[in-house]
């Protein structure tokens, strides 16, 4: 399978969750709580998922041939935050009156919680705006430094996902895996003998 087969797959693979979630938010009786928080679970798994790709293929030799493809789960992360945040002005409009999702989103932009999500948004945009062929040529050696604007935002959603969305045991778990798997990178790399 060549790579632009295989990476369409992959692309497949990963919207097709959020395709569903989509579909279901276009229902009049769609549960947007659930599907605000279901959205942010996705976003979380595929945002830890590539960041820790490296450490695993330093694990597992034969994933080194597939990090290639680290860069469309980045992008599905940011994909499923994007569909995240429009689930949540939908579930603010819900509450407001007309028109005035905006100033409730205002009024809670500044708790702890909520913060951690604008914040974590925020770090993945320049990865995702730089992740195209062209920029990455553009930016040169500077492209890496904002490739790994991907840590931060994985440990800033992981503080939104446990304090917003009441998952502290599922974000300290991913946590967990996460920095343990960060820490392979110091560790020499092991060679048969």
């Known amino acids: ?4 087969l295989a990476l369409l797959a992959l692309w497949a693979v990963l919207m097709a969750p959020l395709a569903g979630l989509w579909w279901q938010a276009a229902s009049q009786d769609a549960d947007l709580d659930t599907l605000v928080a279901d959205t942010g679970n996705w976003a979380m798994a595929w945002l830890a998922i590539a960041v820790v790709m490296t450490p695993l293929a330093k694990l597992w030799r034969p994933l080194a041939r597939l990090l290639w493809l680290r860069r469309a789960v980045g992008l599905a992360a940011f994909a499923a ?3 995240h945040l429009w689930l949540y002005v939908l579930a603010m409009r819900s509450f407001a009156e007309p028109s005035g999702e905006w100033a409730l989103i205002w009024d809670e932009a500044f708790t702890p919680g909520i913060l951690t999500g604008w914040i974590a948004l925020a770090l993945m945009l320049p990865p995702a705006l730089a992740s195209k062929d062209a920029a990455m040529r553009l ?3 500077s492209w890496k430094p904002v490739q790994r604007l991907a840590w931060p935002a994985a440990g800033v959603a992981l503080a939104h996902m446990a304090v ?5 045991g599922l974000a300290m778990a991913v946590a967990g895996i996460v920095a343990g798997l960060q820490l ?9 003998v």
């Open 1 to 4: 399978m060549n790579r632009r």
């Open 81 to 83: 935050s994007l569909l």
């Open 139 to 141: 930016l040169r050696r």
């Open 164 to 168: 917003v969305h009441d998952a502290f």
């Open 184 to 192: 392979v990178r110091f560790f020499p790399a092991t060679r048969k």
